[in-house]
Nanobody, 118 residues
Framework: EQLVESGGGLVQAGGSLRLSCAAS????????MAWYRQVPGNQRELVAA???????RYIDSVKGRFTISRDNAKKVVDLQMNSLRSEDTATYFC?????????????WGQGTQVTVSS
């Protein structure tokens, strides 16, 4: 599954961004998908996930602010980010995910940079 992220940018605190991840594989609809983020020097962390049956989960720090969604016909998984904070600044990646462990198992794309100014 080849993944290409887009939609990042520079935004003021309190603002919004919508990230998009385009997939190319035929089996996209069968995969659980997730968004991760990474700050230089830190480990990549899971932010939000959506199962093949549209169940969702989020880390506590983004609950109520971020929404993950998918469109299987377009092979896209989006992350709507509202009420952004400076601590959301990171490079965001999408990937396929093992729903049980939360671990990614696909190849990483180039990511998209999100910078939130305070």
């Amino acid at each position: 599954e080849q993944l290409v992220e887009s939609g990042g940018g520079l935004v003021q605190a309190g603002g919004s961004l919508r990230l998009s991840c385009a997939a190319s594989g035929r089996a996209f609809s069968t995969y659980d998908m997730a968004w991760y983020r990474q700050v230089p020097g830190n480990q990549r962390e899971l932010v939000a996930a959506i199962s093949s049956e549209d169940s969702t989960r989020y880390i506590d720090s983004v609950k109520g602010r971020f929404t993950i969604s998918r469109d299987n016909a377009k092979k896209v998984v989006d992350l709507q980010m509202n009420s952004l904070r400076s601590e959301d600044t990171a490079t965001y990646f999408c990937n396929t995910q093992d729903w049980i462990t939360g671990a990614p198992f696909g190849s990483w794309g180039q990511g998209t940079q999100v910078t939130v100014s305070s």
